[in-house]
């Protein structure tokens, strides 16, 4: 899994086990989907990003509806889908958590299509129940759609859901950077912080996101 | 970030190739950093933009190019996906640039 030994460059060691944490994580059961559904996410998402025939899953429609649009085009997500979604049976805890699995997988996929490789398959999912765990804090929705643990604020938009929050975090770490290395104007890797900024930038404006 | 990068570490940068996805951004390498992006997210000449990459910055920096345009694709996601509000300080301090790049036009906005 992610063996990139015939990859076009050489492939930091520590992208590549942040990426196999993300395809374990995604085949395992997670909060609200077991790991069959969450692999489904990603394949409709995924063919969504593609503009491919969207495969044949075992989803509940709004499910795949709001994987579709959030793969394909997150912009055009609007308070009403979110709406409707919720009216149609999709509790904005597996919303949130659908969030996470489609964002993420979203992540490991278009590293690849920046280097020109071949995607990864999406692994096979594992047997088991979800978690149903609950956020440690009170959740509330306020000026966003959805809950969390405080004010609208990058670092807890997805706070419902515990484990995607941290699996956000840890995936960012290793493709951008952590909270405290954000901290550093003058963070370094194959880039500097504002060649990362630029390349940040220019991929907001293109999905036309305000972030 | 941008801006607050290039101003903490005195690097010039244009910000209007940022929105017209064209020209140089004044940052080392920045003109073949756009073109990665526009061609990773279109799907289109990703291997000639990835090679123009690593000629101009070199075979790490376009790794790490490939990985923070795949950060972003989340980001942008979730902040899209949970109606992420846009607060009036935000706003404030950012005036110029959401002027400059015509970021009030974004549906989220």
């Known amino acids: ?211 | 970030m941008l801006s607050w990068s290039c101003k903490e570490t005195n690097q010039k940068v244009d910000l209007l190739p940022i929105a017209s996805g064209t020209g140089d951004p004044l940052l080392p390498g920045g003109e073949a950093l756009i073109g990665m992006v526009n061609a990773t997210l279109a799907g289109s000449g990703v291997a000639d933009a990835r090679d123009k990459v690593v000629a101009a910055l070199g075979g790490e920096a376009a790794v790490d190019a490939a990985a923070v345009i795949g950060n972003f694709e989340m980001m942008n996601r979730i902040a899209d996906g949970v109606g992420m509000p846009v607060g009036a300080g935000s706003r404030k301090r950012m005036a110029d640039v959401i002027e400059l790049l015509g970021l009030d036009q974004y549906p989220h906005a």
């Open chain 1, 1 to 211: 899994m992610f063996d990139f030994a015939a990859a076009p460059l050489p492939i930091r060691e520590d992208l590549a086990d942040a990426f196999r944490h993300v395809w374990k994580r995604l085949a395992s059961p997670g909060t609200w989907w077991a790991g069959a559904e969450r692999v489904a996410i990603a394949a409709v998402a995924r063919a969504a990003y593609a503009s491919a025939d969207i495969p044949p899953v075992d989803l509940p429609e709004p499910a795949i509806e709001a994987a579709a649009l959030l793969g394909q085009r997150p912009s055009a997500v609007t308070r009403s889908h979110v709406a409707d979604w919720g009216e149609r049976g999709l509790d904005p805890y597996r919303y949130v958590e659908l969030i996470g699995v489609v964002s993420q997988v979203t992540t490991v996929d278009t590293f690849h299509r920046g280097l020109a490789m071949n995607l990864e398959p999406l692994p096979v999912p594992s047997a088991g129940e979800p978690s149903h765990e609950e956020p440690a804090s009170p959740v509330s929705v306020t000026k966003a759609w959805v809950p969390m643990i405080g004010p609208p604020n990058i670092p807890i938009t997805l706070s419902a859901v515990p484990a995607e929050m941290a699996a956000l975090e840890h995936l960012s770490g290793f493709a951008y950077m952590t909270y405290e290395e954000m901290q550093n104007p003058a963070f370094q890797r194959g880039l500097s912080r504002a060649q990362m900024e630029l390349v940040a930038s220019r991929t907001s404006a293109i999905n036309e996101c305000f972030y």
